[in-house]
């Protein structure tokens, strides 16, 4: 089997505009959180987010490119280029057309369904912009990152909430190892923070009282996130070849189903999704390290991520070191697998793994190693990232520290 | 104190849970009826939105501890957020 790995990275949250910043802001335990800026919170319970801070989106497009695209596209566009620029690629036949582009995300063009919206329903408009439709379909991610760097090969989305940057890595990885093309542009973008989400989200009463605390007594919930992540993968072979520099190995991914609820997780879910993860990987478990947990804060997927972690790692669980970096960058949705699979590469790069930060005190049905408030110096060789979102849908993604051989 | 507002409260509680109507009483756990922290979610809007109240966060620990465990938990509790609604506006 061809193997894969990780030769560029890029991002964007609410921990800065590139994958240092992010970083290092994660090994120092700092927040992205703060009280939300992009819409009026007067009347609302949440009034915290994660918001990408000093963004101005005529700072990287021209008036011509903001009329058709979102939110969520400029950061999935922004995040590839500099994956793109970090992988040193140049993406001239043949390799444009042996190069996919998956990235994911969970609700595409909010934004613009919104201000669409709004101005139908409450304004009575006579029309819309003539690029609505284009701007909010949650496709129009991997158009752009195509259109950006003249990628001819496969490019499409993929949604799966929460797990959706965790799909695309995998899709990528797949098509990769098929030999179907050399390099993927993959990761996902979301771009939530607006009235409309945050009022469904307050809905649903999950969202935090005061910040996201995961595995934490006294947690209260999530706190929303925006932002982008993208990675270039390679086949080992292609980028030896071209002399690249290899961030780590994507040696494997696990995907499985609750087929239990619309909203609830499932112990047996999660579970299953590791344990492919590591077959897929041909790790055992003993060999796990460090895990980046889904961790959102909620009271439930705290929960049951500990009890999965107990059932697949069983002695060796207390042995692992767990960390929800949601804690400083927030959920962000469908860029979420993708931020968390930089962080979890940016710890095998560092030998350090980042913290779980507000954490109170032990919740007893919460009982492992979370690393908590400071990020630990650490061997690390093996690492997971995990994602397990709404509908039962869950990935998880096995990073290993790359070695000249 | 008005029963028509007991019998929408009971109403609403018999609607998501697995009893018929004239089966949920105020003396019915809500634990022990198919309520757990997800309908209780739905019920809470019913209530909301029926009576224009804002009902705090209840305690999600999956134990049906807090509030509401009983019919007559919810009734108290709504009873009370009208009064205060009425005496505010």
Not at chain 1, 50 to 55: D, Q, S, W
Not at chain 1, 258 to 263: F, M
Not at chain 2, 29 to 36: A, E, K, P, S
């Amino acid at each position: 089997m061809k193997r894969v790995v990780v030769t560029g990275m890029g991002c964007i949250s609410s921990l800065g505009r590139n994958c240092t910043d992010f970083a290092n802001k994660l090994f120092e335990g700092k927040s992205g959180i703060g009280p939300i800026t992009l819409f009026d919170t007067q009347g609302f319970k949440v009034k915290v987010a994660a918001e990408v801070k000093n963004y101005n989106e005529q700072d990287h497009f021209s008036e011509k490119e903001l009329t058709k695209i979102d939110r969520y596209s400029q950061f999935a566009v922004l995040a590839s280029r500099d994956a793109v620029i970090d992988a040193g690629l140049d993406f001239s036949e043949p390799l444009a057309e042996r190069t996919a582009v998956v990235h994911g995300t969970g609700a595409g063009g909010q934004s613009t369904q919104e201000t669409g919206y709004r101005r139908v329903y409450a304004e009575n408009a006579k029309r819309l912009h003539p690029f609505t439709i284009p701007k909010l379909i949650p496709s129009a991610s991997s158009s752009w990152i195509s259109i950006d760097h003249g990628i001819t090969g496969p490019a499409f989305a993929t949604t799966s909430a929460c797990s959706s940057a965790g799909h695309a890595i995998g899709m990528s990885l797949l098509m990769l190892r098929s030999g179907m093309v050399d390099v993927a542009i993959t990761g996902g973008s979301d771009a939530l923070i607006t009235l409309g989400t945050i009022k469904a989200w307050e809905s649903l009463r999950v969202m935090a009282k005061d910040t996201c605390r995961p595995f934490s007594l006294h947690r209260s919930g999530m706190v929303i996130g925006e932002g982008a992540g993208t990675l270039i993968l390679e086949t080992l072979e292609h980028a030896q070849a071209r002399g690249a520099k290899i961030y780590a190995e994507l040696a494997g991914i696990g995907m499985s189903s609750d087929a239990h609820d619309i909203l609830q997780p499932l112990v047996d879910g999660a579970a299953r999704a590791i344990r492919l993860a590591l077959d897929d990987a041909g790790q055992s478990p003993e060999s796990v390290e460090y895990i980046n947990a889904h961790g959102t804060g909620t009271i439930q997927n705290d929960h049951t991520e500990t009890q999965a972690i107990h059932a697949v790692f069983g002695e060796h669980a207390h042995k692992l070191a767990v960390s929800s970096t949601k804690s400083m960058h927030g959920h962000t949705l469908g860029a979420a697998a993708a931020l968390e699979a930089i962080a979890t590469i940016s710890a095998i790069n560092e030998q350090t793994v980042p913290p779980t930060m507000n954490y109170l005190e032990p919740d007893p049905q919460c009982d492992l190693d979370y690393v908590i408030n400071k990020s630990r110096p650490m061997p690390l060789s093996v690492a997971l990232s995990n994602s397990f979102a709404f509908g039962g849908l869950n990935t998880v993604l096995v990073f290993k520290r790359y070695n000249k051989d | 104190m008005s029963d028509s507002i007991s019998d929408n409260i009971l109403n609403i509680l018999a609607k998501h849970s697995k009893l018929e109507r004239d089966k949920v009483t105020l003396d019915t756990h809500l634990g022990n009826v198919g309520v757990d922290s997800l309908v209780l979610v739905e019920i809470i809007f019913d209530l909301e939105e029926r009576f224009d109240i804002s009902i705090p966060d209840p305690d999600f620990t999956g134990n049906q501890k807090g509030q509401f465990e009983t019919a007559a938990d919810v009734v108290k509790i709504v009873k009370e957020l009208i009064e205060q609604q009425t005496k505010s506006s």
